[in-house]
């Protein structure tokens, strides 16, 4: 399986170098040359399978300089961590589903790619036969820094630097990046928004100076965010396990259509159902689901892509985000993989804030996905209806999922894509279910599980005892420096 780049469609790259690079030279991200197709047999192969066995089958597929017997003991070990089944489905009416994606260490759905992550990334190092350390700078919106942190803490070889907006995430996400323990991991607030985040840390992967830098302690940038490729793989693996557990549990026939609904703020969550609909899992609408910062759901409406608006924090923030990465893997598609096209378009988004990408690719964007965003008052509602409904607690992002996505719901079968478990939100969770929110973020937990009979995590019980280890709040400017200041740290400790 080669790759190449959204930005050069010449190139032409191995799984390996793919995942240990992260982001392409020329500052494009890595897509199969081809995805593989699923065969009906595949399918059905599959649905025999357990979870991890599925994972890794779907991995195969996409990284063949590993086998699958070397994939399923990299997935059983990366799915030994979870509590029960990693992406069980929930169903609480006749049409409507769950699929809940925070049983991991982390309770979010990032510990279903960045529990596999690390492993991946050093069986393929081992295969590549690299032996510089692999310095991961990671831009969060609050989940994916904790998921990348506990994934690699501890792994030989590596070092995470985890930058989040400073103000920009819950209480309970903070905590859990901010007391993470392990020498081969730091952690920094940054003043700004999450675009700014990532903004600083894309420029690090195209930086001459930070190359050099790192070279010199012996280190190499490679990429944890979804920019990465070895993030998305498994993520491709829960939309298919998904509809085969519809399958198995008779709901559907073998062949018979399905839709998601998928609440996105980056894209890359939805961009791996997308791949699982075009390698062959009958997907029938694909419903991606805003909140108050709806840059996507415009995009889809019109084909104008603006970042000029107000950047607003909600209560589902690891949504607050204008500028979506993983977009770009899509358009590169859309565009019929015309990598100047797309490069284009990237441009003109930096230099202008916005690109167009015109009437005929508009209409063929509203073919792939239907987009829709949610107010934080109908936020609140679902969270609200959900519990007195049917006894059930989702978080504010899975909730912002359901108000745009149950529209739809009366088509046939949709599974919702449960991202976080409702304590990481304990104080948003309380006030939609009408009951007055404690000042202390532990008494709010403890009240969250009293009234709702909601188990609460020993993990997240005890982050509220643990000592805060990192605590420095730094601009855009310093993350290069605190990159080569972290890089010579590990250097020494070797």
Same mark, same amino acid.
């Given at each position: 399986?080669?790759?190449?780049?959204?930005?050069?469609?010449?190139? +032409?790259?191995?799984?390996?170098?793919?995942?240990?690079?992260?982001?392409?030279?020329?500052?494009?991200?890595?897509?199969?040359?081809?995805?593989?197709?699923?065969?009906?047999?595949?399918?059905?192969?599959?649905?025999?399978?357990?979870?991890?066995?599925?994972?890794?089958?779907?991995?195969?597929?996409? #990284?063949?300089?590993?086998?699958?017997?070397?994939?399923?003991?990299?997935?059983? +070990?990366?799915?030994?961590?979870?509590?029960?089944?990693?992406?069980?489905?929930?169903?609480?009416?006749?049409?409507?589903?769950?699929?809940?994606?925070?049983?991991?260490?982390?309770?979010? #759905?990032?510990?279903?790619?960045?529990?596999?992550?690390?492993?991946?990334?050093?069986?393929?190092?081992?295969?590549?036969?690299?032996?510089?350390?692999? %310095?991961?700078? @990671?831009?969060?919106?609050?989940?994916?820094?904790?998921?990348?942190?506990?994934?690699?803490?501890?792994?030989?070889?590596?070092?995470?630097? @985890?930058?989040?907006?400073?103000?920009?995430?819950?209480?309970?996400? +903070?905590?859990?990046?901010?007391?993470?323990?392990?020498?081969?991991?730091?952690?920094?607030?940054?003043?700004?928004?999450?675009?700014?985040?990532?903004?600083?840390?894309?420029?690090?992967?195209?930086?001459?100076?930070?190359?050099?830098?790192?070279?010199?302690?012996?280190?190499?940038?490679?990429?944890?965010?979804?920019?990465? #490729?070895?993030? %998305?793989?498994?993520?491709?693996?829960?939309? @298919?396990?998904?509809?085969?557990?519809?399958? &198995? &549990?008779?709901?559907?026939?073998?062949?018979?259509?399905?839709?998601?609904?998928?609440?996105?703020?980056?894209?890359?969550?939805?961009?791996?159902?997308?791949?699982?609909?075009?390698?062959?899992?009958?997907?029938?609408?694909?419903?991606?689901?805003?909140?108050?910062?709806?840059?996507?759901?415009?995009?889809?409406?019109?084909?104008?892509?603006?970042?000029?608006?107000?950047?607003?924090?909600?209560?589902?923030?690891?949504?607050?985000? %204008?500028?979506?990465?993983? %977009?770009?893997?899509?358009?590169?598609?859309?565009?019929?993989?015309?990598?100047?096209?797309?490069?284009?378009?990237?441009?003109?988004?930096?230099?202008?804030?916005?690109?167009?990408?015109?009437?005929?690719?508009?209409?063929?964007?509203?073919?792939?996905?239907?987009?829709?965003?949610?107010?934080?008052?109908?936020?609140?509602?679902?969270?609200?209806?959900?519990?007195?409904?049917?006894?059930?607690?989702?978080?504010?992002?899975?909730? @912002?999922?359901?108000?745009?996505?149950?529209?739809?719901?009366?088509?046939?079968?949709?599974? #919702?894509?449960?991202?976080?478990?409702?304590?990481?939100?304990?104080?948003?969770?309380?006030?939609?279910?009408?009951?007055?929110?404690?000042?202390?973020?532990?008494?709010?937990?403890?009240?969250?599980?009293?009234?709702?009979?909601?188990?609460?995590?020993?993990?997240?019980?005890?982050?509220?005892?643990?000592?805060?280890?990192?605590?420095?709040?730094?601009?855009?400017?310093?993350?290069?420096?605190?990159?080569?200041?972290?890089?010579?740290?590990?250097?020494?400790?070797?």
């Amino acid at each position: 399986m080669l790759f190449t780049s959204t930005r050069n469609n010449k190139l +032409r790259v191995k799984g390996s170098e793919a995942v240990l690079s992260g982001l392409a030279p020329d500052g494009g991200l890595f897509v199969p040359v081809e995805l593989p197709k699923l065969s009906k047999p595949d399918l059905e192969q599959m649905l025999e399978m357990d979870y991890p066995e599925r994972s890794a089958f779907i991995m195969s597929k996409l #990284f063949d300089e590993l086998s699958f017997d070397e994939l399923k003991v990299i997935a059983r +070990r990366a799915y030994s961590t979870f509590d029960g089944d990693p992406a069980p489905i929930v169903g609480i009416d006749e049409n409507v589903w769950f699929m809940e994606l925070y049983h991991g260490k982390t309770h979010a #759905f990032k510990d279903m790619a960045l529990s596999v992550l690390p492993l991946l990334m050093t069986a393929l190092k081992e295969k590549a036969g690299q032996k510089e350390l692999c %310095l991961i700078p @990671v831009a969060t919106s609050g989940d994916t820094g904790k998921a990348a942190l506990e994934g690699f803490s501890g792994v030989e070889g590596t070092g995470v630097y @985890v930058f989040y907006p400073d103000g920009g995430v819950s209480a309970t996400q +903070r905590k859990q990046m901010v007391t993470t323990l392990g020498n081969n991991v730091c952690v920094s607030a940054i003043k700004g928004n999450f675009d700014d985040a990532q903004t600083a840390v894309k420029k690090c992967f195209t930086s001459i100076e930070l190359k050099e830098a790192l070279k010199e302690c012996g280190a190499k940038l490679t990429g944890a965010n979804s920019i990465n #490729f070895g993030r %998305l793989a498994p993520q491709i693996a829960y939309y @298919v396990s998904g509809y085969l557990d519809l399958v &198995g &549990g008779e709901v559907i026939k073998m062949g018979e259509e399905i839709s998601y609904t998928v609440p996105t703020g980056n894209f890359g969550n939805i961009l791996a159902a997308y791949y699982a609909k075009k390698m062959g899992v009958p997907i029938k609408r694909l419903v991606c689901a805003s909140n108050e910062n709806n840059v996507l759901t415009e995009f889809i409406s019109t084909g104008v892509y603006s970042v000029d608006r107000p950047f607003l924090k909600t209560m589902s923030p690891s949504m607050d985000i %204008l500028v979506s990465s993983n %977009l770009e893997r899509f358009l590169f598609d859309l565009a019929g993989k015309d990598s100047m096209v797309v490069k284009g378009w990237m441009e003109e988004l930096k230099s202008t804030g916005r690109y167009d990408i015109g009437s005929e690719l508009a209409s063929k964007l509203k073919d792939e996905f239907t987009g829709g965003y949610a107010e934080e008052s109908e936020c609140v509602d679902a969270i609200g209806y959900l519990f007195d409904e049917y006894g059930y607690l989702v978080d504010p992002h899975t909730a @912002v999922g359901y108000a745009v996505g149950s529209a739809y719901s009366d088509e046939g079968q949709m599974i #919702f894509v449960s991202t976080a478990s409702p304590v990481k939100f304990a104080a948003s969770v309380l006030s939609s279910i009408g009951e007055s929110v404690p000042s202390d973020d532990k008494k709010a937990l403890l009240k969250l599980e009293k009234v709702t009979a909601f188990d609460i995590p020993q993990s997240v019980s005890d982050l509220f005892g643990m000592e805060e280890r990192f605590t420095s709040v730094i601009s855009t400017k310093e993350v290069q420096t605190k990159i080569v200041e972290f890089a010579k740290k590990l250097k020494s400790q070797q």
